[in-house]
């Protein structure tokens, strides 16, 4: 087998915020890295890198582009293995690697949610589902990173070869923990927020599936009873001005401190009481194994990825989407019980533990060595399921 590995994605900095350490594990252990996304980011560990013309829309005309460009490097370029990610880096790649993969080489595609699941619409269901199943054909290795991804690829007879469940992309806890009261006090009197300061945090780009008008709203509620509850929002978007209008509109614009593109998370977390998200859709969501990661309880909408971290009434509460009025009635039960937000944050950091950047790296490792041992083909039909749950 060729020791070289093709990872391929919709943009680089996808690798940059989620693949550095498996770039790392693959030089580690004397790979040729390659990149094919678009993007002109310098990327550690990698050999050579390739900014193709792929787009997110499936109906843009530079994913033709990309497609010929895939097929081109990987003929140039003899690869043991080749992982994509995102939707469109799964649907091109694996595409434009069958040739490849008739010569040998491994495809591995990493699904971070499916647009399909339980509760989608009709219409993601008869757009996507279809593309993931009939482009299983393609994939020796289908990870999927949440139980009910995992469930379903199994229970409809994906034809992967393999179908896989890791622990998602990894949280790093030696950047993200919890601090000590004196800890937070420091940052909070560097950050100007006060001691008596209940603060919820949420790190989402501002768009429709984000929902973040779910969370001013309730916090508007809660205002009379607890007003010194105050909320952080970290992150930009298309939807940032309506929802500074709309925290305007119910008079709570000093309550709610839209923060921007932030690189300091991991200073930002600790400091703070609770995490929230109210998104409608999530394959397993970084955001929330960070906050567990610092020890913090946290109230988020229902949706798979969220159900599958928090555990209602163990680490925090799950409500549905439209439940603005219970989402305001855990703010103030969370702000009026420090014991609650103490054992509810520390069961969010036992939960922490298969979540650990360490970990999803010996799940992938496992994965790759067995790709790595396997030389010529397999038979046609020896499928298998392994789930690391």
Known sequence: MSRKVLFCATVDYHFSAFHLPVLEWFKQHGWEVHIAAKGGLDLPYVDKKFNISIERSPLRRGNLEAYRQLKEIMRQNDYGIIHAHTPMGGVLARLAAVSSRNNGTRVIYTAHGFHFCQGSSLTSWLLYYPIEKGLSRLTDCLITINNEDYRLAARRRFKARQIEHVHGVGVNTDRFKPVTQ????????????????????????????????????????????????????????????????????????????????????????????????????????????????????????????????????????????DQEELLAEHMIRLCRSMELRSRLGKRSLELTEAYKLSSVVEELASIYLRHMREEGGYEAGNQHYHAHI
Do not use: W
């Open 182 to 321: 004196a800890e937070k006090a420091r940052l909070r009197q560097d950050s100007s927020y006060g001691p008596d300061d209940f603060l919820m945090f949420y790190a989402a780009e501002f768009n429709g599936n984000k929902n973040h008008q779910l969370l001013i709203r309730a916090l508007a509620r809660v205002q009379a009873q607890e007003p010194g509850i105050k909320l952080l929002l970290a992150g930009e978007g298309p939807l940032q001005e309506q929802c500074r209008r709309l925290a305007a509109e119910l008079g709570i614009a000093d309550k709610v401190d839209f923060l921007g593109y932030r690189k300091d998370i991991d200073r930002l977390l600790p400091m703070c009481d609770a995490a929230v998200s109210a998104s409608l859709r999530e394959g397993l969501p970084v955001n929330i194994m960070e906050a567990m990661a610092c020890g913090l309880p946290v109230i988020a909408t229902r949706n798979r990825g969220h159900a599958e971290l928090v555990k209602h009434g163990e680490n925090g509460y799950i409500v549905e989407p």
